[in-house]
Every structure is written in C-alpha cells, then in structure tokens.
C-alpha cells in the first residue's frame, strides 16, 4: 500500500498516498505484446505507408487515467481506464486508435451503493483467453474506500462492449492486504498474474505467481520488484503499473515508481524469455528510469503503461500523463490525466526506446534526410543538424497547421513545446513567434514523391534544404532536390 511508513495502522483502516500526497491514481496496467523487434533505432516494424485514415491526436481520450488498450484478433481496438468519478467500468471500441476518442462508451459494470465493492474502482484492464473476456480491477468498500482488493468479472460474450457479465470474483493473494492492479499473462504455456501489493517497509512491491484459473493462483507469490533506488521513493516508495512487452528474447515488464504527481515515472525490469519467471534472480531493474516528466514537452508524471500495435503493426506505448505540473485541489480528484499514445522504439541492443512523452496533438514524425540515407533531422533548442545516431526526442517533430497561410505546416520540435523551425536570413532557428517565417507549405518530396518537401510561404521556391550536415533555406536547384527531401516516419 502506498502509505506513509511511520505510520502505524490497525487491521485495513490505513491511508493512502493517493488522498495524503495530493497526487493522481497509483492504480496499475500489465499487457503483453509479443512478436521480433528491430535492432537498431527505428520502430520494430518497418514505417507504415501513408494512410487515409483519420490521424492520431493526443490525448485519444480525455480523463480516462490508468489507460488499457488491447488490438483483438476481430480487429477492433478495446479501450478502458480509471474515470474521474472511480464509480464504474467502462469500455470503448474503434476500428482505429484515432476512433476511439469518439466512439461510444459503454458502461459494463458499475459498483453497489454499499458494502463490498462500494468504494474506489480503479484501474480496469481487459484480456481475453481460454474463450472468455476477462476484466481485472481494484476495487474497495463502501465503508473504507482504501480497504482495495483484486476482482475479475467475465464473459463468454462475442461482444464485451454489450455483454452482459458474470458477478466479479475476488482474486486471493497472499495477504489480505491493500492490493490492485492484477494482470495476466501467458508465456511459454503458463498464465501468470502480476500485481502491486502493500509490502513491509515499502508502500508497494510487484508480486508475480502462476495461475490455475482467471481467479485462482497456482504458485506461491514471488516478490520481483521494490523501490529501493531514489528515483522510486520519491515522496513515496512505490512500484506498481507493470505492463508486459516480449521482444528480442526477453521479456520486459515496465512499471511505474514514486508518488503520482510529477515524480510520476517508469522503469523497467528484464528477464530471459528462457528464464523461470517465478525467480526473483531472474529479474534485472534498469537503474534509471525510463520515461519521466518533460518540461520541453509539457507534460507530467507519465506513467501506468498498457502496450499495443497500431494499424500497421507497430509497437505503440500507451499511457497517461497531465498538461501542466501543479493540479489544483487533491490531484486524486483531478479529473485530468489524459490517455496518450505514442510508437514505441528499439534501441540496438533490443532494448525499448521510450524517448519523452511527446505532447498534445498529432504524433510526431522523425525527418530521415534523403540525400543522406540513415541521418535524422535533429536539434539542440536553437538549431537544427543532422545525424545518424539521434537521440529519439531529439529527432521527433510534430507537424502543425500554419498561421500564414491556408494548407501551410509549421514543424515543431517535440522538446520546445511552442516554439517552431523559424526562418531567419538563409538560416534556420528554433524560435517562438508564430508568423509566415514559420510557416512552409508541404509539398511532395522534389526527389521523391513519397517524401516531403518544405517550401517557404515568405520565400517562394526556397526550401529546407540540408547542406553540410546543417538545415538552411535555399532554393532546390537540380542538384538540390535530395538536400531538399525528407522521408518522414512516425
């Protein structure tokens, strides 16, 4: 449980970090995506092809925290998360990510008025095996909101968005103590539960055992992650919020550490996919974090982390995050922490590159330069380079409607929040005035159609052009055309 240590507490009435620290949700999500990753610094799938579709625009959906979003093998994306009230079950579908926003939403259970139950619904995450779906959340009592155990509600139903579903089942662990945030998964023929749990010393520890059914452990549980390092104690000493990616042999479980409010951030244990899970030997924990608030990106205390793939099966991270650091009042009545997603990245080595929560509006893209194959656009807040080896914030840029003129972009670094690529003389800067100096028209790429081309709307015919390593604003003569394009990649 996420409660100060010197505290001393008689049987369940304890308190929790989430009313005391005035911070959001500390409730948690597990997924697991499988499949081969990439080795190098560019998505795990190769960049999808430009699509019709409707594009993705953070945040997808408003005020849903703890977000859980899961591709079918129907099709459909199913969406769910912690709503505001902490009152309900709720679901949503969508053909697409970027449907989901407007889609309907369905309400698929809702908590009594009194007793068991009554109390706080947190975290709510939908699975589906051995012919069922499954929904794992936290819940507590009418008379103690905070007294939170785990429960699982099915179905057989096709459709869960309109099904009607079996009454929930308690899941026991081992200790009849503040617990939340269940998930399973199956590896190597084994279902497994992970969940956060009140440990000695700690505020909350991640715990794993195998199961003999949706509800029922098989094993004694392992204990296979604690905050000990700074960056997990933040105000509190807290792990929780895994979510399960396997990739590249391993498999990796990030989960979120620290109070809920900006300290808010993810790290991430490993393990052999050969190895035995239920060894707490098995599991090595990164001794940093892995995604953490952006003061350039303008968002704070990302975090309880569900994984999926986007429409062209790439690797994307899903998460919550707020717009500005400091919420008034109690932040676990904020209602605004935001379900985000943005593509997941593999370094090298094949371990994931998260980056930086990358911000409101559409996805960023990466800028590979098409005279130069395998170098990046990137910046360093004031100017703007190439290289082969970015940094994966350091080369994303969003690009945005213009100001100057109908159908113009400005581009965006994804660190400098309000402030464009601007023109100056035949140099390029990063600044923050909006106006026709920031603006280009996008056209297609002077060497290659499938590329893009930018054209100053203040200089007609010049365009970026990348010269020496060094972005500037030239005219694109024939020997030009390559330094003038660039492939663009979410």
Known sequence: MNVPLNRQFSGDRQFSRRLFLGSGTAAAAIAIVTGTGAGTLVAAAAAAARSDSAPVINPIVPQRADPWLMKHTDGKYYFTGSVPEYDRIILRSSSTIAGLGSSAEAVVWTRPATGTMGGYIWAPELHHFDGKWHIYFAAGDSDDVFRVRIYVISTAAADPTTAVWEPPVRVYTHADTFSLDATTFEHAGTRYLIWAQSDTGVNSSLFIASMSSPSTLASAPVRIAVPTLEWETRGYKVNEGAAVIRRNGRIFVTFSASATDANYCMGLLTADENADLLN??????????????????????????????????????????????NPIGNPLFDPNRHARVQRLYWKADG????????????????????????????????????????????????????????????????LTKGRYLRIQGSTVAIASTEGSSSAFIRRAGLSDPAGASFESVDLPGSYLVLRQGILTLAKAGKSDRAAATFLLSS
Do not use: C
């Open 280 to 325: 707490a030997a098995s599991w090595t924990k990164t001794p940093t974090p892995v995604f953490v608030t952006s003061e350039g990106s303008k968002q704070y205390g990302p975090g309880h982390n569900s994984f999926t793939v986007d429409e062209a099966g790439n690797d994307v991270l899903v998460y919550h995050a707020r717009s500005y650091r």
């Open 351 to 414: 371990i994931p590159d998260f980056g930086v929560p990358v911000g409101d509006g559409e996805l960023p893209v990466r800028m590979q330069s098409a005279a130069a194959p395998g170098s990046y656009l990137v910046h360093d807040g004031t100017t703007v380079t190439a290289s082969s080896a970015p940094t994966l914030a350091a080369s994303q840029f969003r690009l945005a409607p213009g100001y100057a003129k109908k159908n113009s972009v400005v581009i965006e670094p994804i």
